[in-house]
């Protein structure tokens, strides 16, 4: 029997978001003197620490256009917080050897995974380079995601004349989940609550993901245990019996009994033994869950804004020692940062603009101090082009402004949650950047900023650089404890605080530190977007009218006809 601890279906492990591509190009280079080329596309997958790439799969060969598209469809595991490099390549295909050097290759596109699904519709087409001179066509890429059992069930139980195992009263009954495994073992995914003194319970409705209840394998069996409740944690065992998802689904529209058997009696051959009770399965709702590229795909857009700490305490930022220092030969920590996550970010916004502030500084030329200025230097319009542009206004304004203080963190959260609350109706979503090296001077305020901000579209991430302690940036980041300011709690939790040092590469690798970096703190991200969302009743936007692909114009019959090669 197994052990009745308690049990949350939504801690297990859960597999990876798939997608499925697609791949179509159009005006291929013609390398066929006597027919059209005969394309073949093939996906390479870009490795994180050694940056090589590695061949992912190929699509079937298509004879003789220059207008495939292409039935073979590459399936990947995407993650929001990876930046997932893609290559394709296109060949056409001479001989029946594997070794694609022995083919004509008709050109390359670059992209990352993430730029797929972050396009209008899940669709992005790019122009094949790679042969100097030549206009080599375009790739189109097509991303669905693949369902993977995103079912959840609502599910309510009775049990009627279960046995008596309580002396001095009825039975305190229970109801407990397993789902089988392969290996003909058991795993617990949800236990009911008790209800007292009655031999005929009626539970309260739960709902739990079909992958917890079953693993997305509608057949596999579904053991449940009922037990009578003992304070002392000594359960009774009062029977079971087994089901499966599948049939549970059939009880829509009816009631469906189980018989609770309990083996120790029956197997005493009491003649006069039938059963321990019955439970009955009162309804059965299905409800597809809503992911997070549900809501890309229906066009909402992920607004990314950075600001950065330009307090004293980084150090001058002529000096090695300092957080800002510039190397000729790396990026420093607030640069990697940036980069990191930005690079990522980036994919899902249409304008690829982004405003980049600063705080703790005194501008020129007058030498006031701002807890909120542009980094580019135009207050009216404090957005940068794409992550470059970000980065050079960073530069330039380490030349322009003097580092001061103090750290005031609530001015930018404010900034961000201005634009947040005029866009409540998930057409947008915003995610702040705070990069910062030390003790925050405006802790009541921020928290009160955060607080009003957890109502809003918008996330906060917080990258602590440099050795300091980091014990205020920790309070804040509400995975231990609800953040609150003056006896109101946040409505969500949307701050994630990492110390940049805890994922830096130790052999200076600073591409991996970056990598790692942003797995850690855009891991969130995903489920306190679709937190805003279902609270609020918003579903995905209406998807594009689907692609479909023009057939190439009509050849006559000998041109079309195929020459065999020797």
């Known amino acids: ?108 596109a670059f992209c990352t995974l993430g730029e797929i699904v972050g396009s209008l519709g899940g669709r992005l087409e790019k122009p094949l380079i790679g042969i100097p001179g030549k206009k080599c066509g375009a790739i189109i890429v097509r991303a669905e995601e693949l369902s993977n059992c995103r079912e959840s069930v609502m599910l309510q139980f009775c049990g009627n004349k279960l046995d008596k195992k309580d002396f001095f009263g009825k039975s305190d009954p229970f109801l407990v989940f397993y789902r089988s495994n392969e290996d003909g073992s058991y795993t617990i995914c949800h236990k009911t609550e008790v209800v007292k003194n009655t031999l005929d319970p009626v539970w309260q409705a739960f709902k739990i993901p079909v992958r917890a209840l079953c693993n997305g394998d509608y057949d596999r069996s579904i053991k449940v245990e009922v037990y009578d409740w003992d304070r002392d944690g000594g359960h009774d065992f009062i029977g079971d019996f087994s089901t499966s998802y599948r049939e549970m689904s059939r009880s829509q529209s009816q009631f469906h009994i189980y018989e609770v058997l309990n083996p120790k009696k029956k197997g005493k051959k009491k003649k006069k033994y039938q059963n321990s009770g019955t439970v009955t399965l009162l309804s059965c709702l299905v409800d597809t869950e809503l992911s997070f590229l549900d809501y890309i795909r229906g066009g909402t857009q992920i607004n990314f804004t950075v600001a950065i700490d330009f307090t004293a305490s980084n150090g001058n930022p002529s000096q090695p020692t300092s957080l800002h220092y510039m190397s000729p030969y790396h990026l420093n920590d607030y640069a990697m940062a940036l980069r990191a996550v930005g690079e990522i970010i980036q994919d899902y916004d249409s304008d690829k603009m982004f405003p980049a502030l600063g705080f703790g500084a005194k501008l020129p030329p007058d030498g006031r101090v701002s807890h909120e200025f542009a980094l580019n230097g135009n207050p009216q319009n404090p957005y940068c082009s794409g992550i470059e542009g970000v980065m050079e206004a960073y530069y330039q304004s380490l030349k322009s402004v003097r580092l001061y203080g103090p750290t005031h963190f609530s001015p930018v959260i404010n900034h961000v949650a201005r634009y947040a609350s005029a866009m409540t109706d998930g057409s947008q979503y915003f995610i702040l950047l705070i990069i910062s090296d030390g003790v925050i001077t405006d802790m009541a305020q921020t928290k009160e900023s955060i607080v009003n901000a957890a109502s809003l579209p918008m996330s906060i991430i917080i990258v602590g650089v440099g050795p300091a302690e980091f014990d205020e940036m920790i309070e804040l980041d509400g995975d231990e404890e609800r953040i609150s300011s003056q006896g109101r709690y946040a409505e969500r939790d949307i701050v994630q605080f990492v110390p940049f040092r805890d994922y830096i590469d130790r052999r200076g690798n600073h591409i991996l530190s970056m990598a790692r970096l942003a797995k850690e703190v855009l891991a969130e991200i995903p489920d306190q977007f679709l937190s805003y969302m279902r609270t609020r009743g918003i579903k995905p936007g209406p998807l594009p009218p689907p692609y479909t692909p023009c057939p190439p114009p009509a050849l006559h019959p000998l041109l079309c006809r195929r020459v065999s090669r020797i």
């Open 1 to 108: 029997m197994a052990c009745i601890g308690d049990a949350d279906p939504f801690t297990a492990a859960i597999p990876a978001t798939k997608v499925e591509l697609t791949v179509s190009c159009r005006n291929l280079l013609d390398r066929d003197t006597f027919s059209k080329s005969d394309p073949i596309c093939v996906l390479y997958t870009q490795g994180v620490a050694n940056r090589e790439w590695r061949e992912f799969g190929r699509t079937e060969v298509i004879d003789n256009t220059l207008n495939p598209d292409f039935v073979r469809k590459f399936i990947l595991d995407y993650f929001f917080e990876e930046r997932q490099n893609l290559r394709f390549d296109l060949y056409d295909l001479d001989c029946k050897s594997d070794n694609l050097s022995k083919h004509d290759f008709l050109g390359q």
